[in-house]
């Protein structure tokens, strides 16, 4: 097993990717397990230190998530954040308690002495507070080395076990010196060397790839999208011919989508491509649903059948790869620990008993922009590598209510104006990613002198840095309403345009 020099043990926070994140950013290689491995696996990966992550539970409560207690005998740096703050206070005999006022939001940290976890930050910055319980009396041995108004220990340290614990969130971006504290906590505290990049990766992954499959070939799910472009350009480096490359056309792909993803593969990357059209089978399973889970979970079993019947026509095929990444596993269900449910992801949980052949991931635990670095890695040409995100369900959940042919051709009509006119005005390369809904509401409208009652579309476009939280986009009104006037002009059926100014959370990305 290799050295894994930050092993971070998630507890549930819907933050713990981040962390990892953050780390990966300081070029410093970590894993996340789940918050009751042993003591055993743990010494295994050889650390340099520990993070304990947030988590939504109480340390009192009766189900209460604990650790092996032979970790805090490892010798090794710990770092406590929010939930583990308050796990190693407990443990160590201090006091937690629920605060008199909840604290949720920014919030002032200010610091006392001199703590390396500081080092070469601004003090009385502002950090991002979660929490309903607080540290309220300190174990033997430990000092106070921050406040805020709502936490006389808003971080605390044991110098002599070398363990430091936070009360607020270093790892999201509203955490002003955040990034700092976790690299102090990964640089000066444990040690750790900056030699994780995707050159690196890239190499690990094509060993690992070529020592799993061995002499068998591999089944690529490919949709054009930059994770399973990715994906199928380090399966070729890895094994070659042994690729079987699938291209399933659903019928819920955007406008000329399948002619660009064939010349894609063809010209670009140099990889043979085999396209099945399974539009009929996907559009007649989705007749009359309307529900977003059970949309999402029909066009899941398909593209597990479909991929089936198709590997059996080629011999000694005994993998599929998915272009699977960190934000599709924690938004369907943290493997790695209690994180909450958000939603079920068509290309994460794994392959039914019955199928013959084993899931490969290899980007499993990447984000978004991470997977954009792989792909200049491995010589994919820039404009493929920073397309905008676009779903495995595609069109599908961006159609609110039942999937039918004349509903699809509105929606992509309506699309390729917005995203002409998005390249237009210069932020396409701006913003994270965009698209138009069909939210399958009509309303009055005026078009010359008649009456009309037609469709309403929403316009979706967000900027972000990983999926994993985003913001609407301030694009300029002239160039929204460029946007508006040439769907409700050049689209028939669509009398009226929206535009969506939510943010993630509260809101997702994707509208169902």
């Known amino acids: 097993m290799k050295n894994v020099p930050i092993v971070i043990l998630d507890f549930g926070s819907q933050y713990t990717q981040l962390i990892a994140r953050r780390m990966r950013e300081e070029k410093v290689y970590c894993e996340i397990v789940p918050f009751n491995e042993s003591a055993e696996n743990i010494r295994a990966k050889n650390p340099k230190g520990l993070i304990f992550s947030g988590g939504p539970a109480s340390v009192y409560a009766k189900d209460a998530y604990k ?289 013959k052949f084993k899931l490969i991931e290899p980007l499993r635990e990447l984000f978004k922009d991470e997977v954009r670095a792989l792909g200049v890695e491995l010589g994919i040409p820039r404009d493929m590598v920073m397309r905008h995100p676009f779903p495995g369900p595609g069109l599908a959940i961006r159609i609110m209510g039942e999937v039918n042919q004349e509903d699809l051709e509105l929606l992509r009509a309506a699309d390729v104006v917005m995203q002409e006119e998005l390249r237009a005005g210069g932020y396409y390369d701006k913003t994270w990613q965009s698209f138009t809904v069909l939210l399958n509401v009509k309303s009055v409208g005026v078009m010359g002198d008649n009456r009309t009652y037609d469709n309403t579309v929403c316009i979706r476009i967000v900027g972000s840095t990983d999926g994993m939280t985003a913001t609407f986009a301030h694009l300029p009104h002239e160039l929204l309403e460029r946007m508006s006037t040439r769907i409700i002009n050049e689209v028939n059926g669509i009398n009226r345009v929206v535009y969506d100014i939510s943010n993630k959370p509260p809101a997702t990305i994707e509208w169902e």
Not at 76 to 104: D, K, S, T, W
Not at 136 to 147: I, K
Not at 182 to 204: H, P, Q, R
Not at 255 to 260: C, K, M, S, V
């Open 67 to 355: 650790i092996d207690d032979e970790i805090y005998n490892l010798g090794l740096p710990i770092l406590g954040i929010c939930y583990g703050m308050q796990l190693i206070a407990h443990h160590f005999g201090g006091e937690v308690a629920a605060a008199n006022r909840h604290e949720y939001g920014k919030s002032s940290v200010r610091y006392e002495g001199d703590c390396p976890i500081f080092k070469n930050t601004q003090n009385d910055s502002i950090y991002w507070m979660s929490h309903a319980d607080r540290v309220e009396t300190l174990p033997e041995g430990f000092v106070c080395v921050a406040t805020s108004d709502n936490s006389p220990n808003a971080a605390v340290a044991n110098y002599e076990k070398n363990i430091y614990a936070l009360q607020f969130h270093p790892e999201v971006t509203h955490s002003v010196e955040g990034a700092k504290v976790l690299k102090n906590f990964a640089k000066e505290i444990c040690g750790c060397e900056t030699t994780w990049n995707m050159g690196s990766f890239a190499k690990e992954q094509i060993a690992k790839i070529r020592d799993i499959t061995g002499d068998k070939k591999v089944l690529c799910a490919v949709s054009g999208g930059v994770d399973s472009s990715v994906v199928a350009a380090l399966l070729h480096e890895a094994i070659g011919e042994r690729l079987i490359p699938i291209f399933v056309d659903t019928g819920l792909l955007r406008a000329n989508e399948r002619e660009q993803v064939e010349n894609m593969f063809k010209v670009s990357l140099k990889i043979p491509l085999i396209s099945v059209d399974a539009s009929e089978i996907y559009l007649s399973r989705l007749k009359g649903v309307t529900d977003p889970e059970q949309k999402r979970k029909i066009i899941g079993h398909t593209f597990i059948e479909v991929f089936e019947k198709e590997a059996k026509k080629y011999d000694d095929i005994a993998f599929l790869a998915q272009g699977t990444l960190y934000p599709d596993v924690i938004e369907s269900v943290s493997v790695k620990g209690p994180s909450k449910t958000i939603k079920s992801h068509h290309n994460v949980g794994g392959l039914p008993e019955y199928m």
